[in-house]
């Protein structure tokens, strides 16, 4: 489709998602994410990281610079949501490492076994960071062991489940409002469909979603998971069919 009809789709499709309010998530672990956040434009070697990893991530996919930023930020906020009081300084440097974790996980996302050469490249890029090489390997297998639909990994050590944990779900939050409102888009520009092929994949992801439903892993994740995903089965029917109702003017030139 040309970019105009493009366009008008996802702003169609974002004034239905912008009749919802936010999940839950948001307003309960605000401390975590404002920390996270703060962390993620500020820190040296985050900064460092968002300038490395430009070049293998793939805005046009869908799986760029948006989605990078968003997983690493709450994958970061889950691990500080669950920390316990008297370990927080632990549970900080945690959720660094998810933040590089989120950050490198889509780098290989186009590829087979994209996450076991994620991993490769994660370990690639980090080699020239002053972290430790236990460090280097807890982001490896959060990346490795993201593998939805798959058997999981056997994790070496808490730390590492707990960094795999909170990747996975924090992934696993975009197939709520953040799928519809730019992430399909991306995807629909990426491989130049037209308007029925861009709406036969809100049938495709709901599929997903359904299978995704019962996978969320961290505490954090199961108890503010579904609501993610109970958005998203309502917004694959309502863009569509509001999509449709616009689809004369949507196409109109």
Known sequence: MNDSTLRKMKNEAKAVTAQYTLPRFYRDCSSELNFCSRSFFDHPDLLRLQGDVIPFL????????????????????????????N?????????YLAQFSGLLHGTCRLEQEHGEKGAEVALMVLKEYEISDEDRDLVAFAIRDHRPFEPRLPAPNKDAEIIANALYDAVNFRWGLDLYSTTLWEFSDYNELEFDEALALFEKS?????????????STGKLYGPEFLEIGTK?????????????RDILSL
Request: net charge negative; aromatic share 6%; charged share 30%.
């Open 58 to 85: 793939y805005d046009d996919a869908s799986y760029g610079v948006y989605h990078a930023k968003k997983s690493a930020i709450e994958a970061g906020a889950i691990i500080l949501h669950e920390a316990p009081e």
């Open 235 to 247: 917004l694959v029917t309502e863009i569509p069919a509001h999509l449709n109702e616009k689809k």
């Open 87 to 95: 370990d927080i300084a632990h549970h900080r440097h945690l959720a």
């Open 206 to 218: 709901g599929e997903i979603i359904k299978k995704l439903d019962d996978t969320f892993r961290s």
